[in-house]
């Protein structure tokens, strides 16, 4: 059974940082394409970064500069470091899991929230 847990959420002063985790369980977590994605309140839910097994990574292009995505295969790990908030980041956070050579997502975390404070 596949399950994503991330954790690292919390408030932060606009300009701060916050490091997210994505713990994977249940998968070979080398067979999967991982990725975070957003959702703030009353909006659809948006891709923010993915990472390949081999560390090949893909940024939307509002968090280019700010956010790094980072993955541990040995810890079936994945990590978003976010610096440089900004009160738009203001968000709940998921991690996602595809198969490779597939194109959905089709394992999802419960989300952490951040909240960047002006």
């Known amino acids: 059974q596949v399950q994503l847990v991330e954790s690292g959420g919390g408030l932060v002063q606009a300009g701060g940082s916050l490091r997210l985790s994505c713990a994977a369980s249940g998968v070979t977590f080398r067979d999967y394409a991982m990725a975070w994605f957003r959702q703030a309140p009353g909006k659809e839910r948006l891709f923010v970064a993915r990472i390949m097994p081999a560390g090949t990574t893909s940024y939307a292009d509002s968090v280019k500069g700010r956010f790094t995505i980072s993955r541990d295969n040995a810890r079936n790990t994945m990590y978003l470091q976010m610096n440089s908030l900004k009160p738009e980041d203001t968000a709940v956070y998921y991690c996602?899991?595809?198969?490779?050579?597939?194109?959905?997502?089709?394992?999802w975390g419960p989300g952490t929230q951040v909240t960047v404070s002006s």
């Open positions: 996602a899991a595809r198969p490779l050579r597939t194109t959905d997502y089709n394992y």
